[in-house]
């Protein structure tokens, strides 16, 4: 039974999560969803930026805490391995939820593409940066990044192994194409809100900084010696950008 549960939970985890990400592509494309970045009712620009940079706040927070081998291995303490991941991509995917939910348009526009041709230029690298962010989640191990290997391996009564280190396709240009995609997805409208660029420079920020910071110093540390020589030898984010002195 308890087998079960957690199966069960690791995949209403993985559907909440399919549900954002999809929500995502509508929300910042301004595109058929109830709410996107620019509809709603708007208020004082003061009141707007403070309560969407406390949106935005408490996702960085969340994402980047729960990622953590510390708070993994406190966390783990607590409920079992098998839903680690799965949890924390519940949370993560009610947390965005909640910006698509209490975000506060601000419709001033700061560009807007008149030409038809650009506009759909922009349009398709903005779809192409989603499929970008897809893809990549493949050529690691998608179904372990989002929690549903664990869930299988525990239903099976199998060890989920730790993961590989793998650096295929796109992984060969940048050492996170994932958050390539999420840049280019966020950059690339043909119409850009004072909103929309609250989102995408505060969004921009965080994903250098936790990337550089975070990630790639637990990245060494877990990986060791063969991740600093793939460090030395792709760019961090920003393809054909190799520097061996210094790496972007």
Avoid at 66 to 75: D, I, L, N, Q, T
Avoid at 120 to 129: A, D, R, S, Y
Wanted: hydrophobic share 50%; glycine share 4%; aromatic share 14%.
């Amino acid at each position: 039974m308890k087998k079960s549960i957690i199966f069960f939970y690791g995949i209403v985890a993985y559907l909440i999560f399919l549900i954002a990400f999809v929500y995502a592509i509508g929300f910042l494309g301004n595109i058929i969803v109830p709410k996107s970045i620019d509809s709603g009712t708007e208020t004082t620009l003061l009141s707007s930026i403070v309560i969407n940079i406390v949106l935005l706040s408490v996702f960085a927070l969340q994402h980047s805490i729960m990622a953590r081998p510390a708070f993994k291995k406190w966390v783990v303490t607590i409920i079992s391995p098998a839903i680690e991941r799965s949890t924390y991509i519940l949370l993560s995917s009610l947390t965005l939820l909640l910006i698509y939910w209490q975000w506060q348009p601000i419709t001033t526009i700061v560009w807007e593409v008149k030409n038809e041709m650009v506009s759909i230029v922009l349009k398709t690298i903005f779809f192409l940066g989603w499929l970008i962010v897809l893809l990549s989640t493949f050529m690691i191990n998608h179904f372990e990044l989002f929690g549903l290997a664990q869930i299988f391996d525990n239903l099976k009564n199998i060890q989920t192994p730790n993961p590989k280190f793998q650096t295929n396709y796109l992984y060969k240009i940048v050492r996170h194409p994932i958050m390539l995609g999420f840049i280019i997805a966020f950059w690339a409208t043909p119409i850009m809100t004072v909103g929309h660029l609250l989102f995408t420079i505060v969004t921009t920020i965080y994903i250098l900084m936790a990337v550089k910071y975070l990630e790639e110093k637990d990245l060494r540390k877990f990986i060791g010696e063969r991740y600093e020589t793939y460090q030395k030898e792709v760019p961090m984010v920003i393809p054909f950008t190799k520097n061996k002195k210094k790496i972007l």
